[in-house]
T-cell receptor
Framework: DGGITQSPKYLFRKEGQNVTLSCEQN?????MYWYRQDPGQGLRLIYY???????QKGDIAEGYSVSREKKESFPLTVTSAQKNPTAFYLC???????????????FGEGSRLTVL | GESVGLHLPTLSVQEGDNSIINCAYS??????FIWYKQESGKGPQFIID?????DKRQGQRVTVLLNKTVKHLSLQIAATQPGDSAVYFC???????????FGTGTRLKVLA
């Protein structure tokens, strides 16, 4: 079945550690996104990528990094520079890129990161 | 600043009744809107979308209404069922941008 797979579902991190969240999609979508979800707030964009080997900062990119070496994969690294990393992280993809016709965002099931 | 907000943070309805969830958007240039359903601990699921050239769109048991004059979006769920219990939020998108703006969500509770 086509979809977006995020892993791990739950992750615990000690302060000062970097962690990488995986996002894989088999929908053949060009655009991929990472959002952060905190209680009582709307989703906030961390990074997005329209095509392979290209990505752009979103509204809250500080302390995060991404790569887009393959169309199917868009991993997110939460670095030790992120001061408040505990959150629910959502990966999404869309058929067309953000500067083309806007389309539905398909979301993964999320990864919950907790800093101990 | 830009914002998408919901009037009611929690909505409780009796099973079988109709539900109406509202959303106000602030950017008149937005031309695409989506409603998502999110169950606890899961990713958002697409429910229905609408473009700004339409006022109404219907799906299975759901209807989205768009009032561009007052920048208001609503989601109507017919014959609400226990499985409809979740958080619902709207999203807006401006043409030619990557930027989706998401509301904070309304929790729908279906009472048996």
């Amino acid at each position: 079945d086509g979809g977006i797979t995020q892993s791990p579902k739950y992750l615990f991190r000690k302060e000062g550690q970097n962690v990488t969240l995986s996002c894989e999609q088999n929908l053949n979508h060009d655009a991929m996104y990472w959002y952060r979800q905190d209680p009582g707030q709307g989703l906030r964009l961390i990074y997005y990528s329209q095509i392979v080997n290209d990505f752009q900062k979103g509204d809250i990119a500080e302390g995060y990094s991404v790569s887009r070496e393959k169309k199917e994969s868009f991993p997110l690294t939460v670095t030790s520079a992120q001061k408040n990393p505990t959150a629910f992280y959502l990966c999404a993809s869309s058929l067309e890129g953000p500067l083309e016709n806007t389309g539905e965002l398909f979301f993964g099931e999320g990864s919950r990161l907790t800093v101990l | 600043g830009e914002s998408v907000g919901l009037h009611l943070p929690t909505l409780s309805v009796q099973e079988g009744d109709n539900s109406i969830i509202n959303c106000a958007y602030s950017n008149s240039a937005s031309d695409y809107f989506i409603w998502y359903k999110q169950e606890s601990g899961k990713g958002p699921q697409f429910i229905i979308d609408i473009r700004s050239n339409m006022d109404k769109r219907q799906g299975q048991r759901v209807t989205v209404l768009l009032n561009k004059t007052v920048k208001h979006l609503s989601l109507q769920i017919a014959a609400t069922q226990p499985g409809d219990s979740a958080v619902y939020f709207c999203a807006e998108n401006m043409p030619g941008t990557y930027k989706y703006i998401f509301g904070t969500g309304t929790r729908l509770k279906v009472l048996a």
